[in-house]
């Protein structure tokens, strides 16, 4: 079944088009990486997907799980399962990790019409997903990625997607300023959540990220068309040859 | 005079002043002299620095000023959240209904020893009062009319002393309800002498039209603590005017903590002098203002001796077509090196309409001293609502959230732990009933 069918999507910000007819179709189970260089309008798909403001569809369609998505609120696509882990995560001062967690889950679980959970059981669940990502009851306490480093804020948005369980995931360069050790537990927490029930799609510009999350179908973005679509193994090729091939206007 | 509102209260005073309390001994006198004094005066207005965003003149012109009536027969205290947010804690309550004291909904039973309380009129023929209401404060005088005003119209108050290093046990409560339109003077006063502690929690509550004139003098002896929270739930067609007038001697600390959840048109001033060294001030509030309500903090603080610690923090939010107003002044004076004085305030604004002024002054005259002010105003950040919002919080509770977190810090700052977590819970609730 197809999870998400993005047709001959354009996208502009600030009256300048950014994404000039994209077209994906992600199913179930399967991970894409999106791949390209900068300027190629990669975050810009990420925030088309999750519903940012500014981001204006002037063509095209995406569908989730058959639904229209661009129909949809933020807060409803959440809901619905769409998951978008930040480039860089904001921090939220005076709002408690633990609380927006809660918040966060009740409220997609409310949306969903499923019974909230109590803070007994909430606690339960949070400890229990928090341990493998190394997120520690001290963290959870403080303010939002307030002061965190820039492991423990990726870690964080691995913990917020384990947690909220989404069927598309989309990871917005989940890899950059992450040194070795917390790519491979980043990665780590990713895979884990790797199912066949769940998409995701991994933006990234480098090929590092993709040895530890394999993707199953690698594409490059360019200017805002997908000008290649391959293996895994094209990953690699990008990484030998760079983006040079892939339109002239890329930087 | 042309002043309409200033001619009603000299009129008032003339009508009262043979019934007025202590009307056969010192206060007659004092009274005769203050409103002599505010007679020459009249009421501030806009054309004074310190009153420039709250005219006050203009606006008890237009107010309903007769004299609240004295309210008598059977009232049922309002069962509202506001209304009872301390009634847990607090254990002594004094209840004033249209600014008389009412011994039948109070409880004053097991009041420790070492500790007085009572009305205004019983504490008159005391020495300690007279001292304390004849003070008079070089730091204070822009509030000095108002003072005036009040003395000699004041007809009821809080009266509370505590004797050397006696601790009040538990907080006592004074509840001030509004319950008819018209115009009441309270003058509360405290004295903790040295080493004495207590714990007072005030409410301002009332659905009326009522002119609320509150003052509030507080003299701490050496290394005397008095914690202070007070919360402001009146209506929006209230005037609320209240004025604390605080000396701390040597090693005192005073904590005080406003929350203002609902007024007219409401200022709030805060006059601090440290007397003696090594005393600490904390002078902080939180509000959420809507419609067309108007508060003004008005906050000074004065570093007359070294060493001394004052911090000071408001933080609001203004949401509808709300006004609010900061004005803040540290003094440190030559002598008072080794002064620590911070003053911040930060407001958001939820709406277009919603305005906010803010003045914070430091005026430092030692060399050796740690100082800082500052001020700001923002709205809610878009980005911040984006990403609450794409983990599938709803906008109006991912907008409540962030406000909440904002208020919070300086909610923490209320002193007594059982207050503040009532405080915290009126807060949240407010903001689920404006449907933010």
Known sequence: MSMLEIKNLHVTVDGKEILKGINLDIGAGEVHA??????????????????????????????????????????????????????????????????????????????????????????????EKAKPLNVTDDMLKRALNVGYSGGEKKRAEVLQMSLLEPALAVLDETDSGLDIDALKTVAEGVNALRSPERAMVVITHYQRLLDYIVPDVVHVLSSGRIVKTGGKELAHELEKSGYAGYGADAA | MSEKAAQKFIETYRGAQDVLPGADGWLARRREAAIDAFTQTGLPHRRLEEWKYTDLRQVLDRANLVPAPAHDGALVLPESQSATAFSAIGKYVLVFVNGVYQPGLSRLAHFPKGAELCALAEVLHEQW?????????????????????????????????????????????????????????????????????????????????????????????????????????????????????????????????????????????????????????????????????????????????????????????????????????????????????????????????????????????????????????????KDAIFYLRSRGIPEAEARRLLVLAFLDETLELASHEGARDALKLLVSDWFSEAGL
């Open chain 2, 129 to 381: 009062a007279k001292d304390i209401v004849e003070r008079r404060f070089d730091e204070a005088r822009q509030a000095e009319n108002i003072v005036d005003l009040n003395t000699a119209l004041m007809s009821d108050g809080a009266c509370l002393r505590i004797r050397k290093g006696v601790k009040l046990d538990k907080p006592l409560h004074l509840l001030f309800l509004g319950a008819d339109a018209g115009a009441s003077h309270t003058r509360n006063l405290i004295l903790l002498e040295d080493e004495a502690e207590a714990t007072i929690l005030e409410t301002h509550i009332g659905e009326v039209a009522s002119f609320a004139d509150i003052v509030t003098d507080v003299a701490l002896g050496e290394g005397a603590k008095l914690d202070h929270v007070k919360l402001q739930d009146e209506s929006s067609e209230a005037i609320h005017l209240s004025t604390m007038r605080a000396r701390l001697a040597a090693s005192s600390k005073l904590s005080s903590f406003t929350l203002t959840l609902g007024c007219g048109v409401s200022r709030c001033q805060n006059f601090v002098l440290f007397s003696g060294e090594g005393a600490e001030a904390n002078v902080d509030g939180a509000y959420a203002l809507n419609g067309k309500q108007h508060l003004d903090h008005f906050c000074v603080i004065d570093h007359a001796v070294p060493g001394c610690t004052s911090h000071t923090l408001f933080k609001g939010v203004l949401d509808g077509a709300s006004e609010g107003v900061f004005q803040g002044k540290v003094v440190v004076r030559p002598q008072a090196q080794k002064t620590d004085g911070r003053q911040m305030t930060h407001a958001l604004l939820l709406s277009r309409d919603a305005a906010m002024n803010a003045k914070p002054e430091l005026e430092i005259y030692a060399d050796d001293v740690q100082c800082a002010h500052g001020s700001t105003v923002g709205e809610l950040s």
């Open chain 1, 34 to 127: 999106i791949m390209g260089p900068n300027g190629s309008g990669k975050s810009t798909l990420s925030y088309v997907l999750a519903g940012r403001d500014g981001y204006e569809v002037t063509e095209g369609s995406v569908r989730f799980k058959g639904k229209d998505l661009l129909d949809m609120s933020v807060d409803e696509r959440a809901a619905a399962g769409v998951f978008l882990a930040f480039q860089y995560p904001l921090e939220i001062p005076g709002v408690t990790t633990m609380n927006f967690l809660k918040t966060a889950l009740n409220a997609q679980r409310k949306a969903r019409g499923e019974e909230e959970l109590d803070a007994v059981r909430f606690l339960k669940l949070v400890r």
